[in-house]
């Protein structure tokens, strides 16, 4: 009898068929937005509507299929959250073309020019970027290598608008861009997020048995040393310096928000969370009464109607459509979302609840967090430290940034400014995003995929078994024993 067979190993389940099976639903759900905004603003309803959303459809099967063969064990379901929350973000950018254009049309002002063209050019872009990412990105560890050399670049990208002309940097009066005059504008502190990211996971892990042991016990907590306070002094610093430069009070919070987590994340350390909360409302504070344009968005979140036709328009004009939705909305096409200043970017939240109501903006948010719930799950069942670190970073910047965006569109918090991911118009915020996903994903297929399996060594029969002499300690007598290092007395003879 051969003993040397072994059964088969099962075959690991990659889920690419499910991720396929997704992308078609959020082809279809996509789709009939589109239908129901063009029957709404009375537009006619052709075939070309179907070839719109089979054409969604080929752009992200392209984007499935450079995942099953870079990245075959990636989570199956991040991919089709991105695109369905890609699609309902133009499907809005197109809405709100459609208001502007027929706003132009009866006031006699001439139409104009769409976004739609922009955004679907920028996704065409962020997909090509995603697979240049997974192609070349073959282990997330290799990051880690050039941990100071991305937060070196990252404080390069956050720092130049700041000291570029206001001419070619400042929008709504935060110096957040570089326009090229006839030409599109980037915003490089969208990339520096990841960078920064990047940086604080390598950082964190060769330094986390010092920041996680080292230190004095003060009132039950375990109070780090004064001189390893460095990282989360170095966030503080580079987000007061954004506040102080670029007026950008969004990019600030995202900066201290993810440190933090992360230095928590790292130590599991409720110290650090004490001290980053104090230190950023002594920030606060002193921010409130340095700084006029943080004075004034306080007062705008304090009271919008109190200047309802000056700086508090924008805010009110965003709760007058959340209003207007209610539960179940106008409908898609059917609503006022234009009335909003910024609609497209800043204030997309508000513009989908105005149409689909609280059930939509219900169900836009469990996607978001089925997108963030993935990417922390990734972050458990990776098997390194730095893998953990820098998913946990990502995927916690997503949800702050929801938190942010939303809290600021609802008068939880001050107006910020940032975007909402995939869903907001803007070219640097979809690059940056599908980059982040990109690096999720990876990190998500070297959590999923199987282990090697080392072959068996096989094992020879008894009879055939070669024999050895072993000497017993503190005795003078040998024995033999087979290669299958068998402990019976009929596999060994005392010599």
């Known amino acids: 009898m051969a003993t040397g067979s072994s059964a088969a190993e099962p075959t690991t389940p990659t889920g690419r068929g499910i991720e396929l099976l997704m992308l078609g639903l959020a082809a279809v759900l996509t789709t009939g937005a589109l239908v129901l905004v063009e029957a709404n603003q009375e537009q006619s309803l052709t075939t070309d509507l179907l070839w719109v959303g089979l054409a969604y459809l080929v752009l992200f099967a392209g984007a499935h299929v450079a995942v099953r063969f870079l990245a075959p064990y990636a989570d199956p379901l991040i991919l089709p959250s991105v695109a369905l929350l890609n699609g309902i973000g133009l499907v809005m950018i197109h809405r709100l073309d459609l208001a502007k254009a027929a706003r132009a049309e009866a006031t006699g002002s001439p139409v104009p020019s769409g976004l739609i063209g922009a955004q679907v050019t920028w996704t065409v872009a962020g997909l090509a970027l995603f697979a240049l990412v997974l192609f070349f990105l073959r282990d997330h560890r290799t990051l880690a290598r050039y941990g100071y050399t991305a937060g070196f670049v990252g404080l390069v990208f956050l720092a130049i608008p700041a000291f570029l002309p206001s001419s070619i940097s400042e929008v709504n009066g935060a110096k957040l861009w570089i326009r090229i005059p006839g030409g599109p504008g980037i915003q490089p502190g969208e990339f520096s997020k990841i960078l920064l990211i990047i940086f604080f996971a390598a950082y964190l892990v060769q330094k986390r048995n010092l920041l996680s042991t080292a230190g004095r016990r003060f009132l039950g907590m375990e109070l780090p040393r004064a001189r390893d306070l460095a990282p989360l002094l170095v966030a503080w610093g580079l987000s007061v310096g954004v506040l102080v430069l670029q007026r950008d009070l969004g990019s600030s919070l995202l900066i201290f928000g993810l440190v933090l987590v992360l230095l928590y994340t790292a130590t599991e350390r409720v110290s650090w969370m004490v001290i980053g909360l104090l230190a950023f409302s002594g920030g606060a504070v002193v921010a409130y009464n340095l700084f006029d344009h943080v004075q004034t968005r306080v007062r705008i979140w304090l ?168 000497q017993r300690p503190g005795t003078g007598r040998s024995d033999t024993r087979d290669d299958n290092h068998a402990d019976t007395a009929a596999q060994r003879s005392e010599t």
């Open 303 to 470: 009271d919008p109607f109190a200047d309802f036709s000056g700086g508090g328009y924008q805010l009110a004009q965003a709760l007058f459509g959340l209003g207007t939705g209610g539960v179940g909305g106008t409908g898609l096409g059917a609503g006022r979302p234009d009335m909003v200043p910024f609609a497209e970017s800043d204030f997309i939240f508000s513009s989908l609840g105005e149409e689909l109501g609280l059930i939509g903006l219900a169900a836009i948010l469990l996607v978001y967090l089925v997108l963030i719930t993935r990417g922390l799950r990734s972050a458990l069942a990776v098997r390194d430290s730095y893998g953990k670190l820098l998913a946990t970073g990502l995927s916690f910047s997503v949800a702050l940034q929801i938190f942010v965006v939303i809290g600021g569109v609802t008068k939880l918090i001050p107006l910020t400014g940032l975007t909402l991911p995939f869903l907001s118009y803007g070219g640097s915020s979809l690059l940056a995003n599908y980059v982040l996903v990109a690096i999720l994903l990876r990190i998500s297929h070297v959590a999923r995929a199987p282990l090697p399996v080392r072959p068996a060594k096989p094992r020879a029969p008894i009879a055939e078994a070669s024999t050895e002499l072993v």
